[in-house]
């Protein structure tokens, strides 16, 4: 788009004709453009489907169609992320964890939760690995596995299952249908799958899933794949996640799914994202390093502590300075935990990273790992 028109996508809000668009960027930039040039720049946004109507509406359908119809989700990062081969991802799991410390959490109490990297694997394998590892033991004899993933497009506090089954290159993981039907129910049919299409590539349940597949194959539970929208409005003085009604009984849903079968919660969300690329106005020198350390601990003491509310009160002080990316999975996992009941929940942290997010290392991604017990 060339700048100077750029004022006019602004006006395009569905209030003006051609003609009424194109007298009000004249008086907002003196640039007359005429009609004619109006209407052809709004059929090249219109074909670009960057217009909301008939085109973009038609073109959405057709792509939640294929996507609904494909047998399965394929694994869209499978080649970029991690090996599209079977034996190739194995292996590379294989060394990653070979290459990972060795943790022996040693309760004796079940596996509850997880807090999950959804970064990619060279820079957080290593945490990917250990939490893993750890939990390795305790992971037979699940029958469900429910992941909640940042969905990075989403609306905010919004609720996403899919009834689509999830493809790792080891195969085809079975959804629990009875769990997505309950989550869809409670949050209403329309606006729980409103955005399901941003399944198809988002990443964040599926790189967790293809380390869930790795350590449960032959035979991995079901799994229910829910993308949760931020908690954007939370942090600004928005009130409570439990004062809207949808994100509410969506909780409530998964409590049930999850306190009726042996089942696995895993968020899949990365810590702060802070430093110039995230439009922090300097990079995070050495000093700001250790600083962002001890505020990344005191989340985790939260999560491990299964405190929710606590977890959440950290960064709506802080202004969302951090950019928890996993904010909304994480707050989710907890609350699902308490509210499924079988006694209150620790948790014990599994490694911490501050990985690069440019070249300079002056902008970083925090990653953590966490086994939750109940």
Do not use: K
Not at 75 to 83: E, L, N, T
Not at 108 to 114: E, K, Q, W
Not at 311 to 317: K, M, N, Q, V
Request: contains cysteine.
């Amino acid at each position: 788009m060339p700048a100077p028109l750029v004022p006019l996508l602004a006006l395009c809000d569905g209030t003006r004709d051609a003609r009424s668009l194109g007298a009000a960027f004249t008086l907002r930039t003196g640039i007359d453009m005429g009609e004619q040039r109006i209407r052809e720049l709004l059929d090249g946004l219109d074909a670009a489907l960057l217009l909301e109507g008939p085109a973009y509406e038609s073109a959405v359908a057709r792509a939640l169609g294929e996507y609904r119809s494909a047998p399965s989700r394929p694994p869209f990062h499978a080649g970029s992320v991690y090996p599209s081969d079977a034996a190739a991802l194995r292996e590379t799991v294989a060394g990653l964890c070979g290459d990972a410390p060795a943790a022996a959490v040693g309760s004796d109490r079940r596996l509850a939760g997880m807090l999950c990297p959804h970064i990619d694997y060279a820079r957080g394998g290593r945490t990917y690995a250990g939490t893993w590892r750890a939990a390795g033991a305790d992971l037979a004899g699940l029958e469900r596995v429910i992941v909640l993933g940042t969905d990075h497009m989403g609306a905010p506090a919004a609720i996403t299952p899919t009834r689509q089954r999830y493809a790792t290159p080891l195969g085809v993981l079975p959804t629990a249908l009875d769990a997505v039907d309950r989550v869809a129910a409670a949050v209403g049919e329309g606006a729980a799958f409103a955005q399901e299409l941003h399944h198809r590539s988002e990443h964040s349940i599926e790189l967790a899933s293809v380390w869930m597949h790795c350590f449960t194959e032959p035979e991995p539970p079901e799994l229910v794949p829910v993308l949760c929208g931020s908690f954007v409005d939370f942090v600004s003085g928005g009130g409570r996640p439990a004062d809207d009604p949808a994100l509410d009984a969506a909780m409530d849903a998964l409590a049930e799914a999850a306190a009726e079968r042996p089942t696995l919660v895993i968020a899949a969300g990365d810590l702060a994202h802070v430093g110039p690329t995230f439009g922090d106005p300097a990079p995070v020198s050495g000093p700001a390093r250790g600083a962002l350390r001890a505020h990344d601990e005191e989340s985790l003491a939260a999560i491990c502590d299964g405190d929710a509310e606590r977890f959440l009160s950290l960064s709506a002080a802080e202004g969302d300075r951090r950019r928890i990316c996993g904010l909304a999975p994480v707050y989710i996992m907890l609350e699902v935990l308490r509210r499924a009941g079988g006694g209150p929940v620790d948790g014990v942290s599994m490694g911490y990273d501050q990985c690069p997010a440019d070249e300079d290392g002056g902008s970083l991604v925090s990653i953590a790992g966490a086994l939750l017990y109940a």
